[in-house]
């Protein structure tokens, strides 16, 4: 056996000192040999030795560059949020037709991330034609499928998926959410006998999920009962405590309230380009972002971590989350012309083609509206608010990443009501603190008169008007969102009130509101 195949094998085995050593005898024998230091990397990456491994991809890729060699190299830059950079390595590793569906499928997970779900198509096709039977590589997919439109295709992959592994969660997550259920059309009964099946607690998580939405799309108030009980079990895995948010919106308010610091009075970047879709998820980002790429000036740049990568960055914390009370207490010292700088060069990497001006719709960004407005002086700032017990229910009902810095509120119903109040006070700070700066948009205004509140946002973003604009469910572009099949209709009041389904499970939430001064009519 070679010694790259020995290393390779230990690597599968997670033996890392045995990868380690076969590795470092590859590299003894020839240095000029890339596959050596390649090895090297995935066991240093594995080891946790993330700086080392950088350091280990960049010499397999100057000794000679690989397909392989080159997407793994991509996919640990994006891991590192280094977009830029990963998106030239994908590039790259593609031009060299790699013909092994390994490489193809990392490459179409990096373009993934990277937000450019049109490009991840070719290489998961082909990666699936090489390994029909890989159904990880199947639903990656199904899912590019789903988020460039391509429902039907979408539905086929998942399809067959379930056809050779019935009880996989994910696919019967992903086909529950894919489109609106009907009397005729659902899958309640298999989704019933997956449940009964579940092998683990995640399994049961996603399948619960499934049947919640179905069932909710159905009108059927037992989805409360599968939510409650999905929910419990996360919040009970992540270990969340509200104070962990409340830690969050304190420092916000003490920094923004107290002196002004280095971030409120230096002059920022004059970039006229970003509109920050903002606001609590769920309350129709997805849909202002889409009425907006329609215009031929503006370009969706998708739910970007560029300020708060940017804000962690120049903050300089230890803490590897991206956000927490030490490093917003941190940020008050950050020079906003070098902040919006970092936001800028962090965000072109994600814009798939020259326009005037782009959005970046990551609802968190409502956290950040203090930074925006100092470092970014010119970019326009849109926050969508909707009633706030159909926001409660949204949130709740909604299986968000369970990795995310942003979202471990939504997994208990009075949570999520004390978060909405957190966000609620803090919009009327921002508002406060920059009149005129945010144009704050009611989701049911809009619903209610379509074209008078689509020319209110289109003159606040100092855009012209374009019809196209009204015709948002024409856009062709992608959406990553679970807003997708809602966006591709017509505007319809669907939506209002959706709450009541549920009034009297969601009775605590709306009392709790109601005590806190917040109308839930």
């Not at 971590?305 to 009370?325: C, E, F, H, N, Y």
Request: net charge negative; charged share 25%.
């Amino acid at each position: 056996m070679s010694l790259e195949q020995q290393a390779r094998d230990a690597l599968e085995r997670d033996d890392l000192l045995g990868a380690t050593q076969a590795a470092k005898a590859i590299v003894l024998q020839d240095r000029d040999a890339p596959v050596g230091y390649f090895l090297l990397a995935i066991a240093a990456e594995q080891a946790g030795q993330i700086d080392n491994a950088v350091l280990l991809f960049d010499a397999a890729v100057q000794r000679g560059p690989q397909a392989e060699h080159l997407a793994q190299q991509a996919r640990l830059l994006s891991l590192l949020r280094r977009d830029g950079e990963a998106a030239a390595a994908s590039k790259r590793a593609l031009a060299l037709a790699p013909a092994d569906a390994r490489t193809l499928d990392t490459i179409g997970c990096v373009l993934t991330r990277l937000g450019d779900h049109e490009g991840a198509l070719g290489p998961f096709t082909a990666a699936v034609a090489r390994e029909p039977g890989n159904l990880d590589y199947r639903y990656n997919l199904a899912a590019a499928s789903s988020f460039t439109g391509r429902v039907e295709d979408a539905r086929h992959h998942y399809e067959e998926i379930l056809r050779a592994d019935p009880g996989n969660a994910r696919a019967h997550y992903a086909l529950a959410i894919l489109s609106r259920q009907t009397p005729e059309t659902n899958h309640l009964p298999r989704l019933k006998r997956a449940l009964a099946a579940a092998q683990g607690p995640g399994d049961a998580l996603r399948i619960r999920y499934a049947l919640a939405k179905e069932l909710e799309d159905l009108g059927d108030p037992t989805a409360f009962e599968h939510l409650k009980a999905a929910n419990a079990q996360q919040k009970s895995a992540l270990g969340y405590d509200f104070a962990q948010d409340a830690e969050i919106f304190d420092a916000l308010e003490t920094v923004f309230t107290k002196p002004a610091g280095a971030l409120r009075e230096a002059p920022g970047h004059p970039d006229t380009a970003p509109i920050f879709v903002v606001g609590m998820p769920r309350t129709g980002t997805t849909l202002i972002d889409r009425i907006l790429s329609s215009h031929p000036e503006v370009v969706s740049a998708g739910e970007l971590q560029a300020m708060p990568v940017a804000v962690k960055r120049l903050a300089g914390t230890a803490s590897k989350k991206v956000i927490d009370a030490e490093t917003i207490a941190a940020s008050s010292t950050i020079d906003p012309a070098q902040l919006g700088r970092a936001y800028i060069e962090q965000a072109a990497h994600h814009l798939p083609e020259q326009t005037p001006r782009f959005i970046d719709k990551l609802p968190a960004n409502f956290l950040y509206i203090g930074h925006i407005a100092a470092a970014l002086p010119h970019a326009r700032i849109v926050c969508l608010r909707r009633n706030p017990m159909d926001t409660v229910w949204s949130n709740y009902k909604n299986l968000f990443a369970s990795q995310s810095a942003y979202y471990a509120y939504s997994y208990d119903l009075l949570d999520t009501a004390r978060y909405y109040a957190r966000f609620d006070r803090l919009m009327a700070l921002w508002e406060t603190l920059f009149p005129g700066r945010i144009l704050q948009l009611s989701y049911e205004g809009l619903v209610a008169d379509q074209e008078v509140q689509t020319r209110r946002l289109i003159d606040f973003c100092g855009l012209d008007w374009d019809d196209a604009c009204l015709h948002f469910h024409e856009n062709t572009a992608a959406v990553a969102t679970p807003s997708a099949a809602q966006v591709r209709r017509p505007l319809n009041a669907d939506a209002v009130g959706r709450w009541r389904t549920h009034e009297r499970a969601l009775e605590p939430a709306r009392v709790w509101l109601e005590k806190q001064g917040i109308s839930t009519g």
